[in-house]
């Protein structure tokens, strides 16, 4: 069954079978803590202490996640988009009350992520919901459960609905992503960004990292790539990753200026 498929108990990575190491753990963006590679199932977190936790984060968008945080302690998205809600990453727990409350919400009708560290278990909610998945193509080997549900695409862009589109930024991950919702934040544009542009805790600043636990900064070469492909963009809001993890308003002139400073202190 796959809720007793092997997940990571410091990244969230659901495998489809047994194995001694987490690859994705294993790279220098993430770590294996001192303990050692460890394991637990999404059977054994649903008979754990975790509390479905769905709540706005801005208007119309409703977080998703628990209340307790696991492994990275990321929270995913329902975007509330006008050809239907789209979950912008993912997080690890799913049982019947979190179904629920999604369901109540309107479902989803697909699911996309930013990058490797929030796929988790994509292919069981994939699978609940009966919606595709969509991967960039340049993460694929980061994959540790296929299904037929994974959509990989390629290039800059995707345009997933006419208010949707997926731009690979490449921060992170090479296949580092983001979501522009052009009718959030009342019409003037949204970007859901995961870590990719990472919301901190001055709100008049955002991030860039090739490794957040392990305080490797990215390469300008790619900061200023990102800067260029989101200048393409009108946005007003940025909602991050984590719980709460928002810039309402004034968003794409803090991005700007983020990336302008980021590259004048890494390049000299």
Known sequence: MSADLPICLTCGTQYSRPRPDCPICEDVRQYVPPAGQQWTSLARLRAADYTVAVEPQAPGVHGVGTRERFAIGQRALLVPAASGNVLWDCVAYLDDEMVRRV?????????????????????????????????????????????????????????????????????????????????????????????????????ELVAFMYSYPNHIPERPSVVRRAGELLAGFAFDDVYGAWWDATIIGGASRIVDRSVALYLLQTSG
């Open 103 to 203: 369901t109540e919400l309107g479902g989803i009708t697909a699911i996309a992520i930013s990058h490797p560290h929030y796929y988790t278990t994509m292919v069981d909610w994939a699978d609940t919901f009966d919606v595709p998945i969509y991967l960039h193509e340049r993460d694929r080997h980061w994959v540790g459960r296929p299904s037929e549900r994974i959509r990989f695409w390629d290039g800059d862009t995707l345009r997933l609905a006419d208010d949707l589109t997926l731009v690979n930024l490449g921060v992170h991950f090479a296949g580092g992503t983001v979501l522009h919702w052009s009718d959030g934040a009342g019409g003037a544009g949204a970007l859901c960004s995961g870590d990719i542009v990472q919301v901190v805790p001055n709100r």
